[in-house]
């Protein structure tokens, strides 16, 4: 059996790389998943937080902004994906305050984020702490809070919903799903083989001629590598690098009730009433669930996690790094027990933290997500697509027209994000 | 006992980056190493090749020039480097012709680089088999050779006497060695503690310490890590990237006599009558060592050549791979059997293949020679030794001044090398 194109991996990127392939190209397309369904590795394990109009680089918005607004005509027409805009709210310290000002005034001049004084903050959110002054504060590197960047079209999705938006209509269109079935080795051979037992050659073309799976091998022409943190694991054997590498993170939930209350009770964010997903001085970060009144919360830690695969939640990391902090601005948090905890890992670039999508051989790497992936998936895919039919333009949803190298490495244009948080 | 500096790693750029420093700041500087001695890792390994004039990437010439003018101007001045400018010839098939003689239009203009006609070849290597038109060329990918790029003053060095030049001097300036000391961890540190035994806590600012080695626990203000192929190991588990991966290299070396004496019998291209270092098509190349009189041999593969540290020289590298090819082109070589053979590794920086300096904390990484660190070390030494301080400008040698973050990640200029064989 030869498949046109296999894609491995059946997470936000393979879902999107497999539909946007078929939709264009049709052909006979097999989609391999070591877990037992569509996105139950780290796509399920996100936040599925969403950006819009509240990045600096240009790339970021680009790849961002058309996949959201996909998924915010998905909805409309119809096919829920549990997006929920309440909002993104960055709040600044003393120190920090002026550079994000001016760092985002094309923002604020576009109209998708706005600059909230020290005043308007406290008189909509009764129960923020913004002085910070204390000894403990201070100690853990809290300043004063002067004001908060509000980005009011940003908000979050149902990572599920999405990934089986993707899934329904792969299926209907005759893609082949086989899940429980982990890839264990890209299969290299030589393009044309001269029947050695040690070939390829460092003399021969090459490329890759099958997935060696837990169920079997399987063939195709062409393949899709959207692995994301698994990424490496697959390309080292070949010494081929993903750029990308592992760091685990971390999401601790309780649900409402009680003080809690305070976070689902916010007047002049947004529609349903809460406080925007927060985002406060030196990481951490709060997040209202309108469907389960829930909150979340977590921080992306950098210098000291240790690159690698790894998915224990530790209670641990949440009372040393997160609780600690989020208490002294949010102090109805005092006492807040997590009922649940989940880790994931992002699959950082870590060059830019913008995704990575090119072509070696007949082999497409996309990945690296780098903790947006979610809010980049459609567009990473059509990417992936157009370079597996080596085509040098793609278009993006909303009719922008991008060359396919764009997420390229060797032709990559290296701009920083300004507005990280 | 606390250091001003340690240098993790007495290879070359280890070396390199402690002499500048020295040089410039004085202070209590400690070189700490796993080896018996210096420079008895990957750089012991190294050809010790270098280009000169033979690069179309700016950032190439300017590294590799001012340090080989630095390397020249030590042995003009009475220091033996074992410097030998026999040339570098690539030969260029039917195929790449147009294609390479296009990239370097600039070098022939500079005199750095001339083109050879396949006659002028001819008359000159009288034992070069040009033609390659049978079946098992073609199978090989081997192609009628057009013509070849000569570069005069490219040529090797002996890399431990390289080493010794700089391991003297910062004897002599005092710098402490400690060899036979394997750096088993940095360690991470918050910088102002506050005693809890799991700090450094994620909202703490942080250093490195001090690095935990095989012979006890030594302190620094500054670190600089120059552990080429073995960076990431250390900095994996603080979460840092190094940018580079190991990639196993291997040299397989002949004794002249025989038919391989016509190696050594050749005008017109150097002083000592020799071919200059030759690579041929699809990557093997021959070099031919004045003093030991011997011929070494090798090919830097790359899809299929697994990412790692790997020290094994394979005797069926050479024979499916190397001398294949090579006796081809060169039927002096029929049926050589090589007397010794040994494998190292390079850290190739996968981005641009050019070296990586950046400062994070008070850690400087200086790594990511990606097969040419020996011909840019000296620059990478004063550009780690730059950043150590936080001077923003750096003077190579020779008096040309760049910005120390010339090879930082952030502010890179993506600049592919086009001359590339």
Redesign the interface.
């Known amino acids: 059996m030869m498949y046109d194109l296999i894609v491995v991996g059946a997470g936000i990127v393979g879902l999107t790389s497999a539909f946007h392939y078929v939709k264009n190209n049709g052909g006979k397309v097999l989609v391999v998943e070591a877990q037992a369904g569509p996105a139950q590795g780290n796509t399920a394990r996100s936040v599925g937080g969403f950006r819009m109009g509240l990045f600096t680089s240009s790339i970021n918005r680009l790849i961002s902004e058309t996949t959201v607004k996909y998924y915010l005509d998905v909805q409309r027409g119809g096919y829920d994906l549990g997006i929920h805009q309440i909002g993104y709210l960055i709040l600044l310290d003393e120190l920090n305050y002026d550079m994000y000002v001016q760092r985002v005034q094309e923002l604020f001049r576009a109209g998708t984020a706005k600059l909230l004084s020290r005043d308007e903050l406290k008189s909509k959110v009764g129960f923020i702490q913004l002085d910070l002054v204390d000894e403990e504060a201070q100690?853990?590197?809290l300043r004063p809070i002067k004001g908060a960047i509000f980005s009011p079209f940003s908000g979050y999705l149902d990572v599920e919903k999405l990934a089986m938006h993707y899934y329904e209509k792969l299926v209907e269109m005759g893609v082949e799903f086989k899940f429980n079935t982990r890839v264990e080795r890209l299969k290299?051979a030589a393009v044309n083989k001269?029947g050695h037992p040690?070939e390829?050659?460092?003399?021969?073309?090459?490329k890759i001629e099958a997935v060696e799976t837990s169920r079997g091998l399987f063939e195709a022409e062409k393949f899709i590598l959207a692995t994301g943190a698994w990424s490496q694991e697959l390309l080292?054997?070949?010494?081929?690098?993903s750029?990308i590498?592992p760091?685990k993170r971390q999401i601790f939930a309780s649900p409402a009730g009680g003080e809690l209350e305070a976070f689902f009770n916010v007047k002049g964010f947004n529609d349903f009433g809460t406080l925007p997903m927060t985002f406060i001085p030196?990481?951490p970060f709060v997040a209202p669930r309108i469907r389960d009144r829930s909150l979340w919360m977590g921080?992306s830690?950098?210098?000291?996690?240790?690159?690698?695969l790894d998915f224990e939640a530790e209670d641990?990391f949440f009372y040393?790094?997160v609780y600690?902090?989020l208490r002294k601005i949010f102090p109805v948090i005092e006492g807040v027990r997590p009922q649940s905890k989940w880790a994931g890992c992002y699959s950082i670039n870590?060059?830019?933290e913008n995704p990575v999508a090119f072509r070696?051989?007949n082999l497409i790497v996309a990945t690296g997500g780098s903790g947006s992936g979610v809010m980049k998936a459609d567009s990473l895919g059509r990417i992936a697509a157009a370079l597996a039919v080596d085509r040098k333009e793609v278009e993006l949803y909303g009719g922008v027209k991008v060359p396919s190298t764009l997420l390229g490495?060797?032709e990559?244009r290296?701009e920083?994000e300004m507005l990280v948080f």
Chains 1, 2 share one sequence.
């Open positions: 100690l853990m590197g290299l001269i040690r390829p050659f460092a003399w021969q073309e090459k080292d054997p070949l010494g081929i690098d750029y590498k760091k030196r990481g921080l830690d950098d210098i000291g996690r240790r690159w690698g641990l040393d790094n600690p902090l870590t060059i830019d070696i051989m490495i060797r990559r290296i920083p």
